[in-house]
């Protein structure tokens, strides 16, 4: 029989006890009374396994059982709108993004969904976007990347892992609120071939997702690390500044991940993950295990502030995908 520490313990209690606390009534009376699928929409092995599967470690203990299911294709499209056709009845959800729910449905003529089609549930994570040089530019922060650019018209270019991903947008926002520079944009299939050119010096300029691997690759000399994007500096990386510290206060953009349900899910059911999710993310090892990915756990979302969050992500990025002709709208 396993032992738990008199904290583990108590940590235990209080959590069966909140989740006994929420009120249950008609259909959601027995919920969850079989298994709970979490659809992640890309190929296992990525990002969403690293997000996703120790929530759903937690959730078999904390809440039922529950498990993954891989639905990829067309960039997280064809998952997310699977999830979207199902039964709002909190046995099919998904692990969800800023791409999928805001950007694609804003950018595609017929992605088989729309923003609305959802509702939020919880923010897991959020996750910086990074500007990442290589050390033959002479630029220590982005105020001197945007002096070498302007002295320097076309020489650079930047990449990315595609067209209409947050950071092609990101890339864009950066162009214009710098006095449209002149660099050019770089798409590749991945990240990881775009930060492979970089420390070749095929490209001198990449807008990649913070990671473990780009510190290391810092740390080594082979890249540097200029600034984040989110509007605060991350625990896992408090040496990097943010856009905003650098003179760029209209730049950010936070990568995050979350949960969501499709529309007309019940209240009580929403309630019940939320504050299921809220006592895992409360775990010190999972905050932990997160933060050395270069990721910032949520221990305080809920439905309103996650579905707050979409909100002003569709805000932001909707006049940047306009201008640069991207829009389905």
Known sequence: MPSFSRRQFVHALSGAAALAAIPRSGQTADYPSRPIRLVIPYGAGGAGDQIGRPWVEKMSSLLGSTFVEHIGGAGGAIGTAVVAREEPNGYSLLL????????????????????????????????ALVFAIHPSVPAANLRELIAYAKANPGKLSYGTPGIATGNHLVGESF?????????????????????????????????????????????????????????????????????????????????????????????????????????????????????????????????????????TTSASLAPVIRSIGLSNL
């Open 96 to 127: 969800g993004n800023g791409s999928t729910q805001v950007i694609i449905p804003l950018t595609s003529p017929n992605p088989g969904y729309s923003i609305g089609d959802f509702r939020a549930i919880y923010r897991l994570i959020n996750s």
């Open 175 to 311: 162009k214009q609120q710098a006095g449209a520079l002149d660099i050019v944009h770089v798409p590749y299939r991945g990240i990881a071939q775009a930060s492979n050119d970089l420390v070749s010096g095929q490209i001198l300029l990449v807008i990649a997702v913070m990671s473990a691997q780009l510190q290391q690759l810092s740390r080594a000399g082979k890249i540097r690390l200029l600034a984040v994007t989110t509007e605060r500096r991350l625990s896992g990386a408090p040496d990097i500044p943010t856009a905003v510290e650098s003179g760029m206060p209209d730049l950010k953009y936070e990568g995050w991940f979350g949960l969501f349900a499709p529309r007309h899910t019940d209240d009580a059911i929403i309630d019940r993950i939320a504050q299921a999710t809220r006592l895992a993310m409360a775990d010190e090892a999972l905050q932990a295990s997160y933060r050395s990915q270069g990721m910032e756990p949520d221990s305080d979302s809920s439905p309103d502030k996650f579905q707050r969050i979409v909100e």
